[in-house]
Every structure is written in C-alpha cells, then in structure tokens.
C-alpha cells in the first residue's frame, strides 16, 4: 500500500506561522508609534534652529541706509513660556552707530538702557512640545556676533528631548538626549 502525500500545509505549521506573523506586526506598530513620536519632536527642533538661523541671517544681511529709518543694532531670538518663539529688532535708542559696538548684552537682552526693541517675527511650536528654559541670544550686526551660548530644551509630552545648542561662534546644533 502506498502512503499518499498531500501539497498543503498542516495546523500545526499554519498556527506557528500566524502567531510569527502576528508578533512581527505588533513590534512594527510600536516601532511606526515611536518613529511618529521622534518625528514630531525632530520637526519642533528643526522649527527653532531655522528660526535661530533667520535671525542669524538677519543679523548678517545688509540694510541699505535710504531703507533704513532706526539704527539696527542686531537681532534678538527668544523663547517664550507659551511655546512661542520670537524674533525681535534690536535698535539704538538716540539712533546712534557708535552705540550699537558699545551695547551691552545686558541692555540687548532685556530691550533696555541703550536698545530698543520691536518685534520682527514670532512663531507657535505644536501644543504637546514644551520649551523646558526661556532663553534669549543677541546676533550683533554687521557679523552677527553672539552674545552667548546658548542651550534650548524642547521636550515632548511622552518625555523625549531635544536639545539646541548655539556657541559663540553662532555655530547651531541639534542633539538628542
């Protein structure tokens, strides 16, 4: 008597292969839920350094005299409590040229003593970022000298960080933690 061989699969194999299956899809769920996560924090990041790199090339871009009413002494950037992310001109009070070389950090940062300021652009970072320090860098014209360093916190909700490092170079990098 001959022993027939049947083509498929049986039971056992077809219950193994879908449990290997199954297991797969849910560790590529968690992995997809993990990358939208890192996605939404890398765009925040990427927001604050092309909005600290705006005000970096503020500070270098030419201002032609006939355009200009105020002396521009520089370009500050700011973070704010509410996720907000501000830009502002930074002006010789007496409309002084020789004033802007002699501004102190403390007077730019703080908009007082021989600087005045004027908001030149703000931005709002999603609702579940979170900017974990309020921090302030003055790019000085003609060659956008920076004040200070510079280390900006940005987390999200879940407890994933970014941090945004600028030296005084004005070199600006993006870290993760």
């Known amino acids: ?12 194999e077809m219950t193994i292969t879908m449990a290997i299956i ?16 890192d996605q939404t924090l890398t765009v925040a990041a990427l927001e ?4 600290l790199r705006l005000a970096q090339t ?7 005299p006939d355009e200009q009413k105020k002396v521009i002494c520089g ?7 509410d996720n907000t992310l501000k830009i502002s001109t930074v002006f010789s009070k007496n409309d002084d040229i020789i004033e802007c070389y ?3 950090t403390n007077d730019a940062l ?12 703000s931005k709002q970072l999603e609702n579940d970022i979170s900017i974990e320090s309020n921090e302030s860098v003055f790019f000085q014209s003609p060659y956008s ?5 510079l280390d900006i916190q940005i987390q999200k909700s879940n407890g994933h960080t970014k941090t945004i490092t600028i030296n005084q170079s004005g070199k600006i990098n993006i870290m993760r933690e």
């Open 1 to 12: 008597m001959k022993k027939i061989r049947s083509a498929g699969f049986t039971l056992i």
């Open 22 to 37: 199954a297991s797969l899809s849910v560790a590529a769920l968690q992995l997809n839920k993990m990358a939208d996560t």
């Open 48 to 51: 604050t350094k092309n909005f």
């Open 58 to 64: 503020l500070a270098l871009a030419p201002v032609e």
């Open 75 to 81: 370009y500050l950037f700011e973070t704010e409590s």
């Open 102 to 104: 002699q501004l102190s």
């Open 110 to 121: 703080s908009c007082s003593g021989k600087a005045s300021c004027e908001e030149y652009e």
């Open 145 to 149: 000298e920076v004040s200070n360093g």
